[in-house]
């Protein structure tokens, strides 16, 4: 019944130290989908000859880039129990508005960009106000924000697509060959520069604890002393900019702005997420796990084509890996509360 | 109703020894020569929400070294009065003094600067990170040096320094510092938000039904961990419904009622039925500080309606 008798049946030797790889396996959320993605390329290199080769593995990263960058945003917003539906429209927006500003405005590419990366910051800042102020359901306000978005995108374009000559502007779509043999893109380097940057953050600074614990518990984390309002707008604010790198990421792979690209980027962008490990419900994950989980949903469209297997099945594979990952996390979740 | 009197623990009779004893203090009346400083009073606080008084002239005072229980029926504005003193609820009229210095916090943050800490009912916990994050949830520890330029976190520090602070209050159940609250048991959860409170709080420890969902054997566990925290001469603030847990840890009782504090008894010198007489206004404090029978035709009369 004492402090005492309590005191004996402790392990004292595991405290305050570093968890071992067997805990760590337990406890992360990337444990999954780093699995899920090493199954998917054994299976595809032993049943295909062209999957594992180095223009392959290539292509497979080149088509990540986008879907990964609006990833890494909706990881942002996840973690914070919220989700932007809206982030693909913010990106396509922001193709639009650099291209034409550099197009028939005539700015500078890098003051193009700079434009396109505040509208992005700003309209980020609209779902987060309107989050955090009026306290509106982020569901309800990104799908307002993605109507309207669509529609101004839309008038902006006025039914046209626009061609990207400036240089900066593509200037992520810029190859080179490492050893000679590996075809890496510029947009590769920003996005392993942005993955380290946006986990540093999340990992190994007070804002990044901040966002995850508005996310497990809004109302505990406000009254430890935190302005949850503040970390969530800059949540919103900093996923808007990620969007402006992916409109970036999007004109260097293909330079040319269109209104109509990226219908299904929002929900693309949500899946790989999940498949990534973080929860849902906020709190949970990190950006690595979304890099392994946009790979998996990429390596599975990849690898499926190869062995010639109907693209629908792919949607089927996707959809099954989705719903799986949300069941894995739901228990999880409900064994640690 | 079990327990009761005999059951104290060893620290609080030796306060009982050390602390001259009036009998029964009148509410707001004059208190013996040679007590011990007052760290937390409140004089005069008034809150109203439009029409309802949630706090009613009510006073306040904490002294230093005690476990001061506050008691009161459901409604009678126990909650309100410890949200004013934690900074949850800004006082319409009043006066706050920390250490003697009036005081007006606006906010909880305000308040735990001033080294209040509350545990609040809910905790306050964010259950999906691990023990020593929710330690220093919302005032981390930085790395020194460049890397606390870039704002870097220290970690190893901030476990060292948790497992350090659980091994000194004695929560010895936890077993790795790593584990997420979430996994941890009723009892244990509530002893790391003890524990978080004890860590920072430096002048006073307010803590809302802290053994309210718990089992016999975990409110023991916390119940030794308040006297704890009262030995290492920090005074607690200890809001309870459970009558013989009240006194067995508490030195003083201060009984709420109607908005304010009707009366502020001794555990050693009236019974657990006298206290809730008081409470529910069946009794009431004469001037002499003798518990008597409410006399209905009394002036006093005019308390009871609300």
């Given at each position: 019944?004492?402090?005492?008798?309590?005191?004996?049946?402790?392990?004292?030797?595991?405290?305050?130290?570093?968890?071992?790889?067997?805990?760590?396996?337990?406890?992360?959320?990337?444990?999954?989908?780093?699995?899920?993605?090493v199954l998917a390329v054994v299976v595809f290199s032993l049943t295909t000859d062209t999957f594992l080769t180095l223009d392959n593995g290539s292509l497979v990263v080149e088509q990540v880039l986008v879907t990964g960058t609006l990833a890494m945003g909706q990881t942002l917003v996840i973690l914070t129990a919220g989700i932007d539906l809206a982030n693909a429209m913010i990106m396509v927006l922001g193709t639009l508005v650099m291209a034409r500003l550099a197009g028939g405005g005539g700015l500078p590419g890098l003051l193009a960009l700079l434009v396109g990366a505040a509208l992005c910051a700003a309209l980020g800042a609209v779902s987060g106000t309107l989050v955090t102020r009026l306290k509106l359901p982020p569901f309800i306000v990104t799908l307002g924000l993605?109507?309207?978005?669509?529609?101004?995108?839309?008038?902006?374009?006025?039914?046209?697509?626009?061609?990207?000559?400036?240089?900066?502007?593509?200037?992520?779509?810029?190859?080179?060959?490492?050893?000679?043999?590996?075809?890496?893109?510029?947009?590769?380097?920003?996005?392993?520069?942005?993955?380290?940057?946006?986990?540093?953050?999340?990992?190994?600074?007070?804002?990044?604890?901040?966002?995850?614990?508005?996310?497990?518990?809004?109302?505990?984390?406000?009254?430890?002393?935190?302005?949850?309002?503040?970390?969530?707008?800059?949540?919103?604010?900093?996923?808007?900019?990620?969007?402006?790198?992916?409109?970036?990421?999007?004109?260097?792979?293909?330079?040319?702005?269109?209104?109509?690209?990226?219908?299904?980027?929002?929900?693309?962008?949500?899946?790989?997420?999940?498949?990534?490990?973080?929860?849902?419900?906020?709190?949970?994950?990190?950006?690595?796990?979304?890099?392994?989980?946009?790979?998996?949903?990429?390596?599975?469209?990849?690898?499926?084509?190869?062995?010639?297997?109907?693209?629908?099945?792919?949607?089927?594979?996707?959809?099954?890996?989705?719903?799986?990952?949300?069941?894995?996390?739901?228990?999880?979740?409900?064994?640690?509360? | 109703?079990?327990?009761?009197?005999?059951?104290?623990?060893?620290?609080?009779?030796?306060?009982?020894?050390?602390?001259?004893?009036?009998?029964?203090?009148?509410?707001?009346?004059?208190?013996?020569?040679?007590?011990?400083?007052?760290?937390?009073?409140?004089?005069?606080?008034?809150?109203?929400?439009?029409?309802?008084?949630?706090?009613?002239?009510?006073?306040?005072?904490?002294?230093?070294?005690?476990?001061?229980?506050?008691?009161?029926?459901?409604?009678?504005?126990?909650?309100?009065?410890?949200?004013?003193?934690?900074?949850?609820?800004?006082?319409?009229?009043?006066?706050?003094?920390?250490?003697?210095?009036?005081?007006?916090?606006?906010?909880?943050?305000?308040?735990?600067?001033?080294?209040?800490?509350?545990?609040?009912?809910?905790?306050?916990?964010?259950?999906?990170?691990?023990?020593?994050?929710?330690?220093?949830?919302?005032?981390?520890?930085?790395?020194?040096?460049?890397?606390?330029?870039?704002?870097?976190?220290?970690?190893?520090?901030?476990?060292?320094?948790?497992?350090?602070?659980?091994?000194?209050?004695?929560?010895?159940?936890?077993?790795?510092?790593?584990?997420?609250?979430?996994?941890?048991?009723?009892?244990?959860?509530?002893?790391?938000?003890?524990?978080?409170?004890?860590?920072?709080?430096?002048?006073?420890?307010?803590?809302?039904?802290?053994?309210?969902?718990?089992?016999?054997?975990?409110?023991?566990?916390?119940?030794?961990?308040?006297?704890?925290?009262?030995?290492?001469?920090?005074?607690?603030?200890?809001?309870?419904?459970?009558?013989?847990?009240?006194?067995?840890?508490?030195?003083?009782?201060?009984?709420?009622?109607?908005?304010?504090?009707?009366?502020?008894?001794?555990?050693?010198?009236?019974?657990?039925?006298?206290?809730?007489?008081?409470?529910?206004?069946?009794?009431?404090?004469?001037?002499?500080?003798?518990?008597?029978?409410?006399?209905?035709?009394?002036?006093?009369?005019?308390?009871?309606?609300?």
């Amino acid at each position: 019944m004492s402090a005492l008798d309590v005191r004996a049946d402790l392990a004292a030797p595991t405290r305050g130290r570093r968890p071992s790889l067997l805990t760590w396996t337990a406890r992360s959320t990337t444990a999954g989908p780093l699995a899920a993605l090493v199954l998917a390329v054994v299976v595809f290199s032993l049943t295909t000859d062209t999957f594992l080769t180095l223009d392959n593995g290539s292509l497979v990263v080149e088509q990540v880039l986008v879907t990964g960058t609006l990833a890494m945003g909706q990881t942002l917003v996840i973690l914070t129990a919220g989700i932007d539906l809206a982030n693909a429209m913010i990106m396509v927006l922001g193709t639009l508005v650099m291209a034409r500003l550099a197009g028939g405005g005539g700015l500078p590419g890098l003051l193009a960009l700079l434009v396109g990366a505040a509208l992005c910051a700003a309209l980020g800042a609209v779902s987060g106000t309107l989050v955090t102020r009026l306290k509106l359901p982020p569901f309800i306000v990104t799908l307002g924000l993605l109507s309207v978005l669509t529609a101004v995108s839309q008038l902006y374009a006025d039914g046209e697509s626009f061609a990207v000559t400036s240089s900066t502007l593509t200037a992520l779509g810029h190859r080179s060959y490492l050893f000679g043999r590996i075809e890496v893109t510029t947009g590769m380097a920003v996005l392993a520069v942005m993955v380290a940057g946006l986990w540093f953050a999340l990992t190994q600074t007070a804002w990044g604890r901040n966002v995850r614990a508005v996310g497990d518990d809004a109302e505990a984390t406000r009254l430890t002393g935190v302005n949850t309002r503040r970390t969530v707008l800059s949540v919103y604010v900093i996923a808007g900019l990620v969007y402006a790198v992916g409109a970036w990421q999007a004109l260097g792979r293909i330079p040319n702005a269109d209104p109509n690209a990226f219908q299904t980027g929002n929900l693309d962008s949500i899946t790989a997420v999940v498949i990534g490990g973080t929860s849902l419900f906020g709190g949970r994950g990190g950006v690595p796990g979304t890099i392994l989980g946009t790979l998996v949903v990429t390596v599975l469209a990849n690898g499926l084509t190869q062995a010639g297997i109907d693209s629908l099945y792919q949607q089927v594979a996707t959809g099954v890996l989705v719903i799986a990952a949300v069941a894995v996390d739901r228990l999880v979740r409900g064994r640690a509360v | 109703m079990n327990g009761g009197n005999g059951n104290r623990t060893a620290g609080a009779d030796q306060d009982a020894a050390a602390v001259p004893r009036a009998d029964v203090l009148p509410a707001g009346g004059a208190t013996p020569e040679g007590e011990p400083r007052c760290v937390l009073r409140a004089t005069g606080l008034v809150k109203r929400y439009g029409n309802v008084v949630a706090i009613r002239a009510s006073d306040f005072d904490l002294r230093a070294g005690e476990v001061l229980a506050v008691v009161g029926d459901n409604g009678a504005g126990k909650s309100s009065l410890i949200k004013a003193l934690s900074g949850a609820l800004v006082p319409d009229a009043g006066v706050i003094e920390l250490d003697g210095r009036p005081v007006a916090f606006r906010s909880p943050h305000e308040a735990r600067e001033a080294g209040i800490e509350t545990v609040y009912q809910t905790l306050a916990m964010a259950p999906q990170m691990d023990i020593a994050a929710n330690l220093y949830l919302g005032r981390p520890l930085r790395r020194a040096g460049t890397l606390g330029l870039l704002r870097m976190l220290d970690h190893r520090r901030m476990r060292e320094e948790a497992a350090r602070q659980l091994d000194a209050l004695g929560i010895a159940t936890v077993q790795d510092i790593g584990q997420v609250v979430g996994s941890l048991s009723g009892g244990q959860r509530q002893a790391v938000a003890v524990a978080r409170a004890a860590m920072f709080g430096s002048r006073v420890i307010i803590m809302d039904e802290p053994t309210a969902a718990l089992g016999v054997r975990e409110s023991r566990q916390v119940l030794e961990l308040i006297a704890r925290i009262r030995d290492r001469g920090v005074p607690v603030v200890l809001i309870s419904h459970d009558m013989p847990q009240v006194f067995e840890i508490a030195d003083r009782i201060h009984i709420h009622r109607l908005g304010r504090r009707t009366a502020v008894v001794e555990p050693a010198r009236c019974s657990m039925t006298e206290v809730v007489g008081l409470m529910t206004g069946a009794l009431r404090v004469t001037e002499d500080g003798t518990i008597t029978e409410q006399a209905l035709s009394a002036p006093h009369r005019k308390e009871g309606t609300a």
